[in-house]
């Protein structure tokens, strides 16, 4: 969903500027191997140049960029030349949805950057409102019009609720008509997920969940492998809460590698074999973000982490 929001909180923002000023270098680059696996290349500093993210291979085939950038709350002109951004210095993964109020916006920035739409991922999300066969119909075609594109890489149910079956029907017609590259949910606990396979004909790609340090859902990673299903983040970061920006413990881990929280977390994403879509509104936290490729996290790191897990949202508001 939405991620580095601490952007509209003046406090918050200075306490990861002034980490990020104390501890790291803002630079890009990028990489992305399969899952559990890890590779270091393609850095640069205090780099503008566009970076290249590598792909997983999602389970009907289609390559899915492991990093991509995040779009809720970025709306109107601001938001456009976000994505602008964010495409200019190589993100090719770009999530939204319907509820967020902002695909003309989305697709306005994808028009801006000049990038060839074979070149990107787009995700939008069929909200509840719209669930159903006609409405689910309906709200794909209005969110494809207000993208301005022909097809959607991804297309996802973005909370079991309503009238999921039929939901699911349309987008299986949708995805056999070429208009959708891969079909999938968002917010699927397991018993919603087995009950949607009692009907599908067609395998979801991938289950988009809150994923973060404070709440790392190592059963419901192990359940997708098993089920065959890619594991998305939303709020790879948090968005901030919980002090992750400031955590000692993560702070302590990127020391090590002259890196800060952000780019910490987002490496154990990465090293999770974990799809992460960090949201920024800032160029240079968004080139912070690329910049993750060029160290590793040891079996020592990786279990330190492990320990921050509270194993519960973060976000009791949207539940």
């Not at 000023?21 to 140049?49: E, H, M, Y």
């Not at 289609?62 to 990093?67: A, D, E, S, T």
């Not at 989305?106 to 000049?114: L, P, Q, R």
């Not at 340090?213 to 890619?230: E, I, M, P």
Request: proline share 2%.
């Amino acid at each position: 969903m939405k991620e580095n929001s601490n952007e509209a909180n003046p406090q918050k923002e200075m306490k990861r500027r002034e980490f990020i000023r104390a501890s790291a270098t803002l630079a890009a680059g990028a990489g992305i191997l399969g899952l559990g696996s890890t590779k270091a290349f393609g850095a640069g500093t205090n780099s503008v140049a566009q970076t290249t993210i590598e792909n997983v291979t999602l389970n009907n085939g289609v390559q899915m960029p492991i990093l991509g950038f995040g779009t809720l709350y970025l709306n109107g002109e601001k938001g456009a030349q976000c994505v602008a951004d964010a495409l200019s210095l190589g993100y090719r993964l770009i999530d939204t949805a319907t509820i967020y109020g902002n695909e003309e916006a989305v697709g306005a920035g994808i028009k801006k950057s000049g990038i060839d739409r074979k070149e990107l991922f787009v995700t939008s999300k069929l909200w509840v409102d719209d669930s159903g066969y006609e409405k689910g119909k309906a709200a794909f075609q209005t969110s494809l019009d207000k993208l301005g594109l022909d097809y959607l890489d991804l297309y996802l149910i973005h909370r079991p609720r309503g009238d999921v079956k039929g939901s699911w029907k349309i987008m299986e017609e949708l995805h056999k008509e070429g208009k959708i590259k891969a079909i999938g949910i968002s917010n699927f606990e397991d018993h919603q997920i087995d009950e949607l396979l009692g009907y599908a004909t067609i395998k979801p790609a991938v289950n988009q969940i809150e994923t973060h340090a404070f709440f790392q859902q190592s059963k419901a990673r192990k359940s997708l492998l098993d089920y065959g299903v890619q594991m998305e983040a939303w709020s790879p970061l948090a968005q901030g809460r919980n002090e992750l920006f400031t955590n000692e413990t993560l702070a302590a881990i990127g020391k090590k590698y002259n890196k800060n929280n952000a780019q910490v977390s987002l490496r154990w994403h990465y090293q999770r074999g974990i799809v992460a879509i960090p949201r920024s509104s800032q160029k240079a936290h968004m080139m912070e973000n690329l910049n993750i490729f060029d160290f590793e996290l040891s079996d020592s790191d990786m279990k330190t982490i492990a320990t921050l897990d509270l194993d519960k949202t973060q976000f009791p508001e949207w539940e």
